[in-house]
């Protein structure tokens, strides 16, 4: 089969960078699932150091306007620019490759690999991007050490609790220092007190790395960190 001259591999911006280019542009979004509309004319932007949280009842379209994000879904029409990256002009390498470079992921099970300790499981993204063995170790060290998880970096997942493992979740998906931060229900499955402590951390990564973060919630202490609330109803978004 002929290649198809609309995709490319490699997540070239689409034009020079510039100070005030958004990290993610949603332009015209629209996303069904056989005869069920998810995502309706979806137009949304994020800048660098911005806190967003995204609120919506169960079914309004919060999860799939993430996973277009994040390059796991495609919408039916309309573009999806992270980075500067045409997430719709890639193929299957390419959008791996714009979510090693620029996307990092926090997600509210943790999603951690079972079989590697706290320190591999931060380092993993790195190895993916082939980042020199001593720069690893460096930026683990030091990452693990920001995360207040130095003494915990030989122990696996089941040796962690839920405050410590969203703290590795959190390092992991810094550590390759993106531009874009989705966080879905990150403090989902703590409790109160821990939860406030990652909102801490994340509301700091943010201010010192410079990242945009994309939050979705259901939380009103979580949507209070944030600059800006977006409501997602019925596929639509509203802001406050």
């Given at each position: 089969?002929?290649?198809?001259?609309?995709?490319?591999?490699?997540?070239?911006?689409?034009?020079?960078?510039?100070?005030?280019?958004?990290?993610?542009?949603v332009s015209g979004a629209f996303k069904s699932y056989g005869e069920r509309p998810?995502?309706?004319?979806?137009?949304?932007?994020?800048?660098?150091?911005?806190?967003?949280?995204?609120?919506?009842?169960?079914?309004?379209?919060?999860?799939?306007?993430?996973?277009?994000?994040?390059?796991?879904?495609?919408?039916?029409?309309?573009?999806?620019?992270?980075?500067?990256?045409?997430?719709?002009?890639?193929?299957?390498?390419?959008?791996?490759?714009?979510?090693?470079?620029?996307?990092?992921?926090?997600?509210?099970?943790?999603?951690?690999?079972?079989?590697?300790?706290?320190?591999?499981?931060?380092?993993?993204?790195?190895?993916?991007?082939?980042?020199?063995?001593?720069?690893?170790?460096?930026?683990?060290?030091?990452?693990?050490?920001?995360?207040?998880?130095?003494?915990?970096?030989?122990?696996?997942?089941?040796?962690?609790?839920?405050?410590?493992?969203?703290?590795?979740?959190?390092?992991?998906?810094?550590?390759?220092?993106?531009?874009?931060?989705?966080?879905?229900?990150?403090?989902?499955?703590?409790?109160?007190?821990?939860?406030?402590?990652?909102?801490?951390?994340?509301?700091?990564?943010?201010?010192?790395?410079?990242?945009?973060?994309?939050?979705?919630?259901?939380?009103?202490?979580?949507?209070?960190?944030?600059?800006?609330?977006?409501?997602?109803?019925?596929?639509?978004?509203?802001?406050?």
């Amino acid at each position: 089969m002929p290649a198809d001259p609309t995709r490319s591999h490699s997540p070239s911006p689409s034009s020079e960078p510039h100070s005030t280019a958004p990290v993610l542009a949603v332009s015209g979004a629209f996303k069904s699932y056989g005869e069920r509309p998810i995502l309706r004319n979806v137009y949304f932007t994020m800048h660098a150091s911005e806190r967003v949280a995204l609120l919506g009842p169960s079914g309004s379209g919060k999860t799939t306007l993430l996973n277009c994000i994040g390059g796991v879904d495609r919408p039916d029409s309309g573009e999806v620019l992270v980075a500067g990256c045409k997430l719709h002009a890639l193929d299957a390498d390419g959008l791996a490759e714009v979510r090693r470079k620029h996307l990092g992921m926090v997600f509210q099970f943790f999603h951690l690999l079972p079989t590697l300790t706290a320190a591999e499981n931060v380092e993993l993204p790195l190895q993916l991007l082939g980042i020199p063995t001593n720069e690893r170790e460096t930026r683990v060290r030091s990452l693990l050490e920001r995360v207040g998880l130095t003494q915990r970096a030989g122990a696996l997942p089941s040796e962690l609790s839920g405050g410590e493992m969203q703290r590795v979740a959190i390092a992991r998906a810094i550590v390759h220092r993106p531009a874009l931060l989705l966080a879905d229900e990150p403090t989902g499955n703590l409790d109160s007190q821990t939860g406030v402590a990652i909102l801490d951390l994340l509301e700091e990564v943010v201010r010192e790395t410079g990242a945009a973060l994309l939050m979705v919630t259901h939380s009103k202490e979580a949507a209070a960190r944030c600059q800006r609330v977006v409501h997602m109803k019925d596929g639509a978004l509203t802001e406050s």
